[in-house]
């Protein structure tokens, strides 16, 4: 299930719309039970536990960034507030917290549907995208429950949703309230700013900057106000952080210790396990330098060919995809940031890359969380083949979208639907 070429469908009615939109947020929700059964419920590596010590905190009056150590921006904190109001813990607050997660995937679903109505897709590639959206978390697997990961992506959706409606100002404060909540999406800001510009001038697009930044802005003054040192340090722990053991990086420093003897330090810090040691920085290094020079690359060549919504998608699923294939840190659940973007591409390539994420999620789903600390304590053989198998895989995924970025073809292009 995914993309469709369909240049010969005409767009789906709203009605059609709206019943296969109520479809796939049922198919989710069937693909949300089954995550809590069964070879799911195995071996579980959850975060809830942090997100409930946080929770419980500020329901007790303290004050985030002062008074306790917050490792993730202040959007995030309203996710962590809500399971706990009331005192909640234990099974109480996960339950609470995994019902909070559902309701926000069933608004991921939704705002992927607004996105592909703006788009006028057909009936085949509104069920197909759709279908797509609400099965992936069962192939990504368990992380998805117990990650609040799902807050940032469906905002994230819901401002390219905007965008692809010319509702541009709508657009850009969603994108801000994305950025509040975990800072991956700042990513897009060029792309939208230079969407807006070229297509309604300087004036609108300084505005929307505004708007954004006065979302962003509103987040974290008042934390900056109260405990600059606090932010600051939360800033600086994910900046800093070193070569996570899932990354492109340490799996080939993974698989060159078993085919070449090579040796590796292991050392957990900044909430995961990393490798550490002359290789492993310069590695990580290298990674921040490509992933840095990939996304500027995507953004100039963004803004050197034609603003059109489907270059608008491509440009910023590329964006997400280069963040996450190329950067030092690649946790299981960077994934969940990818899930609503790549059904958005139309095309054939929207299919290829379809297809290429949904091989990337299955190849997680291998080791994570089943074998994980196989991985992480033992550097398990197999285990480092599937880390490096799926991100060479996403790596394929960037390449993918990116060849739908540079395909300027008109003829193509407008064959595709894409004028």
């Given at each position: 299930?995914?993309?469709?070429?369909?240049?010969?469908?005409?767009p789906?009615?709203?009605?059609?719309?709206?019943?296969?939109?109520?479809?796939?947020?049922?198919l989710?929700?069937?693909?949300?039970?089954v995550?809590?059964?069964?070879?799911?419920?195995?071996?579980?590596?959850v975060?809830?536990?942090?997100?409930?010590?946080?929770?419980?905190?500020i329901?007790?009056?303290q004050?985030p960034?002062?008074?306790?150590?917050?490792?993730?921006?202040?959007?995030?904190?309203?996710?962590?507030?809500?399971?706990?109001?009331?005192g909640?813990?234990?099974?109480?607050?996960?339950r609470?917290?995994?019902?909070?997660?559902?309701?926000?995937?069933?608004?991921?679903?939704?705002?992927?549907a607004?996105a592909?109505?703006?788009?006028?897709?057909g009936?085949?590639?509104?069920?197909?995208?759709?279908?797509?959206?609400?099965?992936?978390?069962?192939?990504?697997?368990?992380?998805?429950?117990?990650?609040?990961?799902?807050?940032?992506?469906?905002?994230?959706?819901?401002?390219?949703?905007?965008?692809?409606?010319?509702?541009?100002?709508?657009?850009?404060?969603?994108?801000?309230?994305?950025?509040?909540?975990?800072?991956y999406?700042?990513?897009?800001?060029?792309?939208?700013?230079?969407?807006?510009?070229?297509?309604?001038?300087?004036?609108?697009?300084?505005?929307?900057?505004?708007?954004?930044?006065?979302?962003?802005?509103?987040?974290?003054?008042?934390f900056?106000?109260?405990?600059?040192?606090?932010?600051?340090?939360?800033?600086?722990?994910q900046?800093?952080?070193?070569?996570?053991?899932?990354?492109?990086?340490?799996?080939l420093?993974?698989?060159?210790?078993?085919?070449?003897?090579?040796?590796?330090?292991?050392?957990?810090?900044?909430?995961?396990q990393?490798?550490?040691?002359?290789?492993?920085?310069?590695?990580?290094?290298?990674?921040?330098?490509?992933?840095?020079?990939?996304l500027?690359?995507?953004?100039?060549?963004?803004?050197?060919g034609?603003?059109?919504?489907?270059?608008?998608?491509?440009?910023?699923?590329?964006?997400?995809?280069?963040f996450?294939?190329?950067?030092?840190?690649?946790?299981?659940?960077?994934?969940?940031?990818?899930?609503?973007?790549?059904?958005?591409?139309?095309?054939?390539?929207?299919?290829?890359?379809?297809?290429?994420?949904?091989?990337?999620?299955?190849?997680t789903?291998?080791?994570?969380?089943y074998?994980?600390?196989?991985?992480?304590?033992?550097?398990?053989t197999?285990?480092?083949?599937?880390?490096?198998?799926?991100?060479?895989?996403?790596?394929?995924?960037?390449?993918?979208?990116?060849?739908?970025?540079?395909?300027?073809?008109?003829?193509?292009?407008a064959?595709?639907?894409?004028a």
């Open positions: 299930m995914t993309t469709l070429t369909e240049s010969s469908s005409r789906a009615d709203a009605g059609y719309a709206a019943a296969a939109t109520l479809v796939a947020v049922v989710f929700l069937v693909a949300w039970a995550l809590h059964r069964g070879v799911f419920a195995r071996h579980p590596i975060d809830t536990p942090v997100y409930e010590r946080y929770g419980s905190a329901d007790s009056g004050v960034y002062r008074d306790f150590a917050l490792e993730y921006p202040p959007g995030a904190i309203p996710v962590f507030v809500l399971p706990a109001l009331g909640a813990h234990g099974d109480a607050y996960r609470r917290f995994e019902a909070l997660m559902a309701f926000l995937g069933e608004l991921m679903v939704v705002s992927v607004l592909l109505v703006a788009l006028g897709a009936r085949r590639r509104l069920l197909a995208a759709l279908g797509f959206a609400a099965v992936a978390p069962l192939l990504l697997g368990p992380v998805v429950v117990s990650r609040f990961d799902l807050w940032p992506a469906a905002l994230t959706v819901i401002a390219l949703a905007a965008l692809a409606g010319d509702r541009l100002r709508l657009g850009h404060l969603a994108l801000g309230a994305a950025i509040a909540a975990k800072l999406p700042a990513v897009l800001v060029p792309i939208a700013l230079v969407y807006v510009w070229r297509r309604k001038g300087r004036r609108e697009a300084l505005l929307c900057g505004g708007l954004l930044l006065g979302v962003v802005a509103l987040a974290f003054v008042p900056l106000v109260i405990a600059p040192h606090g932010v600051w340090d939360s800033l600086w722990n900046a800093s952080r070193p070569l996570q053991i899932e990354s492109l990086g340490a799996g420093l993974l698989v060159s210790h078993h085919v070449f003897g090579t040796g590796l330090t292991m050392e957990s810090s900044h909430g995961s990393n490798l550490a040691g002359t290789a492993a920085d310069t590695f990580a290094v290298a990674q921040s330098l490509l992933q840095l020079s990939a500027v690359a995507i953004w100039i060549l963004f803004a050197r034609p603003v059109t919504r489907t270059r608008l998608l491509y440009a910023s699923t590329a964006a997400l995809v280069a996450v294939a190329l950067g030092k840190v690649l946790s299981p659940q960077f994934l969940i940031w990818l899930i609503p973007v790549v059904p958005l591409l139309r095309g054939r390539r929207g299919l290829t890359a379809a297809l290429v994420l949904a091989a990337g999620l299955v190849l789903q291998l080791w994570f969380p074998r994980y600390w196989d991985l992480a304590l033992h550097f398990g197999l285990e480092s083949w599937l880390v490096l198998l799926r991100d060479v895989v996403l790596v394929a995924l960037l390449a993918v979208v990116i060849r739908g970025l540079v395909d300027r073809d008109p003829e193509r292009l064959a595709r639907g894409t």
